[in-house]
């Protein structure tokens, strides 16, 4: 009787305990959410950097998104002088400047004081790749893909890809188009094999996601082709992958 008096007190207290350790675990989840915000401010979220952003002046279209809002450095001193279009991606360490300080060059060696600004307008439908610096004075037209690390000093028009320092158009949007036609097959073999020697698994759709329209209509577009695999197990077996 009194062992099993004791198994339940040593039960109920190891029920307790559980309860303990569950609840604990959401409080530093909570706790640590609520610092985040409170460190990163207005961006903490894309949708938070948008309503700030848009609140102080500067003009954003909708479905534009930031996808690492405490990276990138938007210039808010000349907030009106920006423009943004709509379903512009910008992910990480994206600078985007109004004005240099560079004059202070010149009010040195000179004793001349001069001030220093310009408009920035980002067309729709554009992508600015990862560590892109976009300098004032410039317009980014439609439809434009600027390539990683790229400098814009200078106006890039409309359906293009441009890349360098300083950014310059490269190529056609509709070259770029059956570029990534061409080589997404190619392309997802070779993450589909990279997930299969290190994992020993088949990859899944959520590996796949990246070229799920291979084998699947989700998300597909109205000018996508039919898939050219009639479900996964069939890419996997393309690829070697049984």
């Keep these: 009787m009194a062992n099993s008096q004791e198994d339940s007190f040593t039960g109920a207290w190891n029920n307790i305990g559980d309860v303990f350790m569950k609840l604990s675990e959401k409080i530093i989840l909570k706790i640590k959410q609520i610092a985040y915000f409170i460190a990163y401010g207005p961006k903490a979220t894309n949708d938070k950097y948008v309503a700030h952003l848009r609140d102080i002046g500067i003009l954003i279209g ?20 920006i423009e943004i279009g709509e379903n512009v991606q910008i992910p990480a360490n994206v ?20 001030g220093s600004s310009g408009k920035v307008k ?6 600015i790749g990862t560590g892109t610096i976009i300098l004032k ?41 059956e570029k990534r036609k061409n080589a997404q097959l190619s392309e997802a073999k070779e993450l589909a094999l990279a997930y299969y020697e290190r994992t020993g698994k088949k990859p899944d759709r959520f590996v796949m996601r ?10 597909c577009r109205e000018n996508n082709d039919e898939p050219m695999f009639k479900d996964i197990d069939e890419f996997c077996k393309y690829c070697g992958i049984e």
């Design 62 to 81: 909708e479905k534009t998104h930031f996808y690492d809002p405490k990276s990138c450095w938007v210039d808010e001193t000349r907030p009106w002088l």
């Design 95 to 114: 600078t985007i400047l109004t004005h240099g300080y560079d004059i202070s060059v010149i009010h040195d060696k000179y004793k001349y004081a001069c």
């Design 122 to 127: 980002i067309g729709n439908n554009v992508f």
């Design 137 to 177: 004075g410039v317009t980014i037209g439609n439809n434009v893909v600027i390539a990683a690390g790229s400098v814009v000093n200078k106006d890039i028009p409309d359906d293009c890809v441009a890349a360098g320092n300083p950014a310059k158009p490269i190529m056609p949007i509709e070259k770029y188009f």
């Design 210 to 219: 990246e070229h799920i329209f291979l084998f699947s209509k989700d998300g």
